[in-house]
Each structure stands twice: as structure tokens, then as C-alpha cells.
């Protein structure tokens, strides 16, 4: 796999992570609508996961982002 690829895959692992962030915000929020059922433990569940998944998928990134800093400095010497 290349840097590339892997920066990628982690930009797409944050904006899934960053969706369903969102998704579970929604439903905590219309917690108290009549007939919208929703299960608030569930719900923070899936806020802290999102969270650990983000921030593993940001390690990610940025690990590929000093592989090529590294990479650019061997270059120009």
C-alpha cells in the first residue's frame, strides 16, 4: 500500500467516523420528540466509538504526513 493510499483511507475513516458522529448528535438531540424512539446509551456508545475511530484514523493521517515530510527531506539531500 502506498503513503497515498493510506492518507486516504484514513480521510475516508474520518468522515465516516465524522458521519456518524453527527447521526448519533441527531438522535440524542430529538431524544424527547413524541414517537421518535431513540436509545440514548446506545447513542453515547456510538459518540465515544466515533470519537476513538476519528482519532485513530488522524494517527493514521498524520503518520503518513511525516513518512512524507521524511521522504522530501532524504530527497533533497
Known amino acids: 500500500m502506498t503513503i497515498s493510499a493510506a492518507m486516504s483511507i ?14 448519533a ?4 438531540a430529538n431524544a424527547s420528540t413524541p414517537g421518535y424512539d431513540v436509545d440514548q446509551a446506545g ?17 493514521v493521517f498524520e503518520t503518513g504526513a511525516d513518512m512524507w515530510d521524511l521522504l522530501l ?5
Request: net charge negative; charged share 20%; proline share 0%.
Open 10 to 23: 484514513s480521510v475516508t475513516g474520518m468522515q465516516t467516523q465524522s458521519q456518524r458522529l453527527n447521526t
Open 25 to 28: 448528535a441527531n438522535n440524542i
Open 43 to 59: 447513542e453515547m456508545i456510538d459518540v465515544m466509538t466515533a470519537e476513538q475511530g476519528y482519532a485513530a484514523n488522524a494517527a
Open 73 to 77: 527531506t532524504i530527497k533533497r539531500d
